[in-house]
């Protein structure tokens, strides 16, 4: 029976590297594949390890669009694989480490900041509607405190005061892009999917430590449908700017990780109805007193998009949860 696991392993994850039409990320449907139709992060994690450190490099510039959103590859592999990825898709920003790239459609896209091989705590910060692959670096609307990446670099520089800590920034969905969209959770429900592949792939390889999520906005959506399939590894959810996270209570995420929130009085995102009704909504508030979660300071928070701005109190109080400073 062993032998027969091992080799349904190995044809798995060959099917995935070697058949661009059914495994390659660039390639793949829009829609997340059943659970079971390719090989689980750990099983493409044994794979690598068994293979020769040569073959694997070899994947990396024969397959470099696959190695680079393999989900339980080696960390460095991927780095070089979307390294090359980026640059013969003419991309301006490849420096840096990426463990997603993907320019079909709106674009995935997943950087690193900080050190995660060795990393004791990693954050994993999901934005929310309007971002896209084209405003990644730039921010939405031009606006740089509204970038995933210039936000995630300032969360690590701000929580790494003892070391170890990584932040990723992790657009690795389809977020809506209008409030048509935005109000609806079929796209937080696939997001949801991928992020639970994710997060399983980080635990491959980095299976000691401890794992943050941070939700802002329609995020936060995102993170509630993945919440009752978390790994033990994610410790603590921050939500902030919420509008729901597709439940009414702490309880029903289903989760034992803690679960914090943060909503400014400023923020735009008030005034959106606490309900659900015809598809619409995403339930309850998650700073509200009725939710259960643990509130933290959103006082410098001005608007719907500064919580993780230099200098705030919102960002302080996520540093100290996303780095599990004291």
């Known amino acids: 029976m062993i032998l027969i696991n091992r ?3 190995v044809l798995a994850v060959t099917a995935v590297i070697v058949a661009p039409s059914a495994g390659t990320v660039l390639a793949a449907p829009p829609v997340p594949a059943p659970a079971g139709a390719a090989a689980s992060p750990a099983a493409v994690h044994d794979w690598f390890a068994a293979m020769p450190d040569g073959r694997q490099w ?10 680079g959103n393999l989900d339980g590859a ?11 990825s980026m640059r013969a898709a003419g991309i301006d920003r490849p420096d840096g480490d990426f463990l997603l790239f993907d320019p079909h459609g709106r674009g995935r896209v997943a950087q690193v900041f900080g050190d995660l091989s060795t990393a004791r705590r990693i954050a994993v910060l999901v934005p929310g509607m309007t971002n896209r692959l084209a405003n990644f670096w730039r921010g939405v609307g031009g606006k740089s405190y509204r970038s995933p990446a210039v936000q995630a670099a300032d969360l690590q520089r701000a929580g790494a005061g003892t070391g170890g800590f990584a932040v990723i920034a992790w657009l690795g969905y389809d977020t809506p892009q209008g409030f ?3 109000g609806r959770a079929n796209l937080a429900r696939a997001g949801a999917a991928e992020l639970e592949r994710f997060l399983a792939g980080l635990v ?11 939700g802002h906005s329609y995020g936060s959506v995102v993170i509630g449908h993945a919440a009752p399939r978390l790994p033990p590894q994610v410790t603590d959810i921050a939500v902030f700017g919420s509008a729901g996270m597709g439940v009414e209570d702490v309880a029903g995420l289903g989760t034992g990780a803690r679960v914090w929130a943060g909503q400014s009085d400023h923020d735009w995102v008030r005034w959106v109805p606490a309900a659900r009704l015809f598809g619409l909504g995403h339930g309850a508030k998650p700073a509200g007193p009725e939710f259960g979660a643990r509130v933290f300071a959103t006082t410098d928070a001005h608007d719907h ?5 230099p200098g705030t109190d919102s960002l302080a ?10």
């Open 7 to 9: 080799l349904r392993t």
């Open 74 to 84: 080696p960390i460095t592999l991927r780095y070089e694989a979307n390294r090359r």
């Open 317 to 326: 109080a996520l540093a100290r949860i996303a780095g599990d400073l004291p």
């Open 204 to 214: 491959a390889v980095r299976p000691r430590a401890t794992i943050a999520l941070l």
């Open 305 to 309: 998009d500064h919580y993780l701005s």
């Open 180 to 182: 048509d969209e935005a």
């Open 58 to 67: 070899e994947l990396v510039t024969e397959r470099p669009e696959t190695v």
